[in-house]
C-alpha cells in the first residue's frame, strides 16, 4: 500500500514554531501536488492547505492557518514541509499529508495519505 511518511511532530509551547515534513514513497510523485491535513480529537477533519508540484504555487483552505504557516517544496521533489509559526493551542492535533494529481484538489479526493505525526501545543 502506497504511504506518504510524516515526521516532525512533537511538544511545542504555545507561540513556538515547528516544521513537519512529509516524504512521499517513490519519485512516481514528483509531479504529484501535495497536501496538508490535520484533525483534532473529537473534530473532522480539516484541510490546512497544499502545494502543486514544482512548489511554486500554493493554496491554504483553513483561514486560521494564513499568516502563520506555510507549505513549501523544492520543484518536483517528492518531499513537503509545514512550517508552524505562532502555533497556538487550537492547532494541536494529527497532521496528516496526502498526494494527488490536480492542485488545488478537495480533501475527499485525495488518494494516497500518510498515517500522520501528532502535534501537542503546550499552553
Known amino acids: 500500500q502506497v504511504q506518504m511518511v510524516e515526521s516532525g511532530g512533537g511538544l511545542v509551547q504555545a507561540g513556538g514554531s515547528l516544521r513537519l515534513s512529509c516524504q512521499a514513497p517513490?519519485?512516481?510523485?514528483?509531479?504529484?501536488?501535495m497536501g496538508w491535513f490535520r484533525q483534532a480529537p473529537g473534530k473532522e477533519r480539516e484541510y490546512v492547505g497544499a502545494?502543486?508540484?514544482?512548489?511554486?504555487?500554493?493554496?491554504y483552505a483553513a483561514d486560521s492557518v494564513k499568516g502563520r504557516f506555510t507549505i513549501s517544496r523544492e520543484r518536483a521533489e517528492p518531499k513537503i514541509y509545514l512550517y508552524m509559526n505562532d502555533v497556538k493551542p487550537e492547532d494541536a492535533g494529527v497532521y496528516y499529508c496526502?498526494?494527488?494529481?490536480?492542485?488545488?484538489?478537495?480533501?475527499?479526493?485525495?488518494?494516497?495519505w500518510g498515517k500522520g505525526t501528532q502535534v501537542t501545543v503546550s499552553s
Open positions: 517513490s519519485r512516481t510523485f514528483d509531479n504529484y501536488a
Open positions: 496526502a498526494a494527488d494529481l490536480r492542485f488545488p484538489a478537495p480533501m475527499e479526493s485525495y488518494e494516497y
Open positions: 502545494i502543486n508540484w514544482s512548489g511554486d504555487s500554493t493554496f
